[in-house]
């Protein structure tokens, strides 16, 4: 009865919720009922009778379960609420009173010619110019960069030690700067023209600390470009939409780049902290905490490059977890008075996050031991378990599916938390530990002529994989044996399936493909005309795509050349020299040969001026013209 009567509440209120979006507080509701029972019940269902080491795996199932509500009712407190801001710009101050920026680009030993694409992005930014200034924080102590920032008239800092790293960095800079707010890019976050225009104007409110806008990346990221699918990148669900449900409670998440704040207020705090290699993390949470406002624009103002290995991407992984972790500790978010219960729960369900991955260890371990030891964990007739469990489950796939972005299903997520839980898990223990190790810069410019096999990455999915084989083989004799009922074993054996495609897909993905080029291709969205002079007359074209090291044109009309011709390409008033590395009839590959300082920047500007997302999300900021308060924003509303 209990099974049926969940089953029709549930699925009402998702049709509900569904025809009347402001009406999901229904669904809401009745799945945390639902949840709730099932989580009482299974308490009554821990194996207390059957040996220490069953008590020891339904202790830790049972937990990892806890953990996952936990994280599932953070889910539904963050998502229930539609974000909305008041649309400002530039119009909001008086001419005299725009506020002064000055653009911090930090560095460590990024390739020059990334920070070039940023350099000249960011002098291009549509700004009064008298208004700006552009600082290139270099921590790699580099003359060569010091050159490149003379050749641009930009100005350049360094410092005599890396103390603080990132956080030293802009600290440093801070001491330096005067302007009234600054921005703070990475050095691969190349911003788009409008990046201070669509930022600044939220600073004529002045309580206002920083706006966030999202990290967006034009390159594929190692899913997308190692499996071959059109997907959004892995962070896209956090880098636009939990972000955008954090801002509904002032919990925006400052992730380290495409920020600008006000400058009195973070040094009002003592600068950004150096207590945590997640410095940026730590400074907004400060800020709130402060009762100073943050805003999230959730528009495509600055593109960068996504880490493209799985080594590089647990690298970088390592040092977020750590870091958080590192800053709830540090300032004891749970008991700090002074930031409000939206934010708590926001900042705890990022520990909650992290946390998750040891939480799907368990899970996929749990049906392994079971089928290989035939240790019970769930002290339960299977008929009785199912009754329970399958109203919680559909509770969250309909909870999910109406709360949720539609760029992120259950599956991809299934994907991205097996290919990341065994490594997280670990980064979890190392800092509990306190392991200290090497601050690593995720590196951006990894280049491959062949395909590579990333062994150590994959080895935890290798060895679940081949776990997952040994427990089907000994469940089947177990149950051949009359040791486990036919129930127990189907409902483990598909559990097991399920992570062990989950493994399968993560050890594709370490199956690196070649990764030729050291500069990402730019596709040209506009309509920009060539034609090269040749021997048999003026042949005209079009530009198909573009980067600092080359291009490809698209011909009218063939031309039989051999690889390795020199062409002049006539591109507006600018005459480009290069050389021919790929001709298929009508289209044609070329390199650069020796541009001058005035072809590079022309270069570089059809670059710039044409970067978008690998991905479009179609993601965009939802505004209200007219002056409403947050508390009558933020309501339960289709989103």
Known sequence: MYLIISI???????????????????????????????????????????GIMSFIFGILLYSAEILGLISFINFQYLFSKNYKLESKSLNNYAPENIPSVDVLICTYNEPLDLLQK????????????????????????????????????VNYI?????????????????NIITGD?????????????????KTVGYFSNENMAFVQTPQVYYNQDMYQYNLNKKIPNEQDFFMRDVEEARAANNAVLHVGTNAVFRKKYVMEIGGYPTCSITEDMAVGMLLQAKGYDSEFINEELALGLSATTFTELVKQRDRWCRGNLQVIKKFNVLFNKDLTLGQKIAYLDGVVYWLSSIQKLIYILSPLIFLLSYKLIIDSPVKSLLIMFIPFLLGQILIFNILSPRTRSLKWSHYYEVAM???????????????????????????TNKKQFQFKMALPHILIAIASILAWIFGTIYLLTNK????????????????FW???????????????????????????????????????????????????????????????????????????????????????????????????DFIMNIYVNNLQAYYDTKKSQKYVEESLSKKSIFSFSNS
């Open 421 to 447: 839980a065994p490594h997280i898990t670990l980064s979890i223990l190392r800092e509990i530990f306190c392991l200290k190790l090497k601050f690593n810069v995720t590196s951006k410019d990894i280049t």
């Open 118 to 153: 940023t350099i000249i992005a960011s002098k291009n930014l549509d700004y009064p110019q008298n208004k700006l200034k552009i600082y290139v924080c270099d921590d790699g102590h580099r003359a060569e960069l010091k050159n490149l920032c003379r050749k641009y008239n």
């Open 158 to 174: 360094t410092r005599d030690n890396n103390e603080g790293a990132k956080a030293g960095n802009i600290n440093n800079a801070l």
């Open 8 to 50: 029709l509440a549930l699925l009402i209120s998702f049709i509900i919720a569904t025809l009347k979006p402001k009406y999901r507080k229904i669904l809401i509701i009745t799945n945390s009922i639902v949840s709730i029972i099932y989580i009482i019940w299974r308490f009554t269902v821990i194996p207390i009778n059957h």
């Open 181 to 197: 707010l600054f921005a703070v890019l990475d050095a691969d976050m190349i911003p788009k023209k409008n990046f201070l225009t």
């Open 484 to 499: 486990i009922n036919l129930g127990s074993y189907l409902i483990n054996i598909i559990w097991s399936i399920y992570n």
């Open 502 to 600: 989950g493994s399968i897909i993560c050890i594709k993905v370490a199956y690196q493909n070649p990764i030729y080029r050291k500069s990402e291709r730019i596709s040209i969205k506009e309509n920009i005309s060539i034609f090269i002079n040749t021997a048999q007359g003026k042949l005209t074209g079009s530009l198909i795509d573009i980067s600092e090291k080359g291009m490809a044109i698209s011909l009218d009309s063939p031309l039989d050349v051999k690889l390795g011709t020199k062409l002049n390409v006539h591109i507006n008033d600018n005459i480009i020299p290069c050389t021919v590395a790929r001709n298929k009839d009508k289209l044609f590959g070329l390199f650069f040969d020796s541009l001058t300082n005035d072809q590079l």
